[in-house]
């Protein structure tokens, strides 16, 4: 099939790989948001899948809005058969899903219809699931409902961040997109409506969501730095300013100081929350790269009883 691929992230990039890799399709043509600031300098660059495609010499078309008229003429000129998605960070209209013969297939990162919206894989950690997956469906125009090619399983471990779960679905979900345009293109597949029990919602996280609430318990904390690892970051305030928690232990063997009490060791840090304590393990202060808690307690010198958001 003449498929034009939708991404935008690192994320897209192992599925555009396989796409391209496929001696079954082809890929004529890039979709991916606008070049945007980046880094420390915010140099104005384009996404990891625009370069990725100009590195394989195919076409990248950078639309504002996909309804743009000139995109919606470009991509009928190019006429694909289908439109694989990953990650491409903007709502498609009717009158761009109508263009594919064979419409617009999204890799979303959960097992529909649990975890709909942008933060799946975010959600599920800070949920506790034990279990995830990805899932390919036949977009519509409701938010990730349309009926369902495939799915592949994941266990969430015990010290999965956000990121590192991700990456491991990046890359199983690359071989089932993949495989669910083979079978689109062969009609073994066929896509299944999604059941009306077990939607769950993932909204995008924002920033105060991502504020550890020490009241709460330390099962709660964990899950909440890991799910927002690396993207928000989970913080805290100390003395006034913003620290950011890079990543924690449990820590239920010792004596349990007060929600957000700092017991500090000769190389430990330790904190209260609403069960018993965790351990940080690196943190981040506000304007500072991340080091070590243990290197951080010593720096700013930590008095008994001192406590985070106090």
């Not at 979709?31 to 384009?46: C, E, K, L, Q, W």
């Not at 799946?120 to 977009?139: K, N, R």
């Not at 999604?194 to 709460?216: M, Y």
Request: aromatic residues 4%; glycine residues 10%; proline residues 8%.
């Amino acid at each position: 099939m003449r498929l034009v691929f939708a991404g935008t992230p690192e994320v897209a990039v192992p599925a555009l790989d396989a796409l391209i890799a496929s001696e079954r399709h082809e890929v004529v043509a890039v979709v991916t948001r606008p070049d945007a600031p980046a880094g420390r300098g915010r140099r104005v660059v384009a996404s990891p899948v625009a370069q990725r495609a100009e590195e394989a010499g195919i076409e990248v078309l950078k639309p504002a809005r996909p309804r743009d008229e000139d995109f919606l003429a470009r991509l009928r000129e190019i006429a694909p058969d289908c439109c694989p998605v990953v990650a491409y960070g903007a709502l498609l209209p009717k009158v761009a899903l109508d263009v594919p013969a064979k419409g617009w297939v999204n890799l979303h990162f959960s097992l529909l219809p649990a975890w709909r919206g942008a933060a799946p894989v975010q959600h599920a950690i800070m949920a506790g699931d034990e279990v995830t997956g990805a899932s390919t469906f036949l977009i519509e125009e409701g938010l990730d409902s349309g009926p369902v090619y495939g799915v592949v399983t994941e266990e969430i471990r015990p010290t999965d961040t956000s990121g590192d779960l991700l990456t491991r679905l990046a890359f199983a979900g690359a071989g089932l997109l993949a495989a669910t345009m083979d079978g689109i293109e062969d009609g073994t597949l066929r896509a299944v409506p999604q059941p009306e029990e077990g939607v769950s919602l993932a909204p995008k996280i924002t920033v105060e969501d991502a504020r550890v609430d020490w009241s709460a318990p330390a099962l709660r904390v964990d899950r909440v730095v890991r799910g927002c690892s690396p993207a928000p970051g989970a913080w805290t305030l100390f003395r006034g300013e913003r620290l950011k928690l890079r990543q924690v232990a449990l820590a239920p063997d010792r004596t349990d100081p007060a929600p957000g009490e700092l017991v500090v060791g000769k190389n430990t840090v330790h904190v209260g929350t609403g069960s018993h304590a965790v351990e940080l393990l690196w943190v981040q202060p506000q304007g500072k790269k991340p080091m070590s808690a243990a290197d951080w307690a010593r720096g700013v010198r930590i008095a008994a009883g001192e406590r985070l958001e106090d």
